[in-house]
């Protein structure tokens, strides 16, 4: 293996994860777009819309694709880096949704990352 080769394995399993916490983030996204009748005409359940499936669909790819990175990474450094996925969603629904964030967020945003930065040193 080249000394490319040797890095591109090592980074791979990282922006993996980083596009499965990405996906997760877009599928909420997606749901909540898909709950929303002004949207989507939801059909099943008045939940079933276009959107939904999409949330669905995206939930799905980021699950084998962290199937794939759990044969990179250890469980525990992929659950904890999962939890920024969090983070996303709340920023996310601020941006898209004009939701507030509060204080405590704020501050649990600051706890999470310094969790994993605790969590996944060696």
């Not at 079933?48 to 699950?63: A, D, N, R």
């Not at 949704?97 to 060696?122: H, K, N, P």
């Amino acid at each position: 293996m080249t000394d490319i080769e040797t890095s591109l394995a090592r980074v791979l399993p990282y922006l993996g994860m980083s596009a499965v916490v990405v996906g997760n983030v877009a599928a909420n996204i997606f749901i909540k777009l898909g709950a929303d009748r002004a949207v989507s005409r939801p059909v099943w359940l008045g939940l079933l819309g276009w959107p939904t499936l999409v949330g669905i669909g995206l939930f799905g790819v980021s699950v084998l694709l962290y199937a794939w990175v759990l044969k990179h990474l250890p469980l525990y450094m992929a659950q904890s880096m999962a939890a920024l996925q969090f983070v996303g969603v709340i920023l996310a629904a601020a941006l898209l949704f004009d939701e507030m964030i509060s204080i405590r967020q704020w501050m649990g945003f600051a706890l999470i990352v310094l969790g994993l930065a605790v969590v996944t040193r060696y």
